[in-house]
């Protein structure tokens, strides 16, 4: 019951939050950050442990007309 719960929540907060375009003409802020893992295979190769990094970055979309934003 509480997985169900968890996953209508999850639904619910990702599909309200998404939207393909915004008509909005004031700037826009963000923050985004993310998780990498990598590993390589292959003979030739001596370390064939996994790699895990973080990555984060900042954003801003300034819109100039209707239909182009930089």
């Known amino acids: ?4 719960f968890l ?3 999850f639904l619910t ?4 939050s998404t939207f393909a375009q915004d008509d ?3 700037p826009e802020f963000g923050a985004k950050a993310g998780v990498n893992f990598s590993n390589i295979v292959g003979d030739d190769v001596g370390d064939l442990d996994s790699r895990t990094s ?3 970055g900042v954003f801003m979309e300034f819109p100039i007309t209707e ?3 930089f």
């Not at 907060?13 to 309200?16: L, R």
Request: proline share 0%.
């Open 7 to 9: 996953t209508i929540g």
């Open 54 to 56: 973080f990555n984060a």
């Open 13 to 16: 907060a990702t599909f309200y």
């Open 24 to 26: 909005s003409s004031t």
């Open 1 to 4: 019951m509480k997985r169900i």
């Open 67 to 69: 239909r182009f934003s």
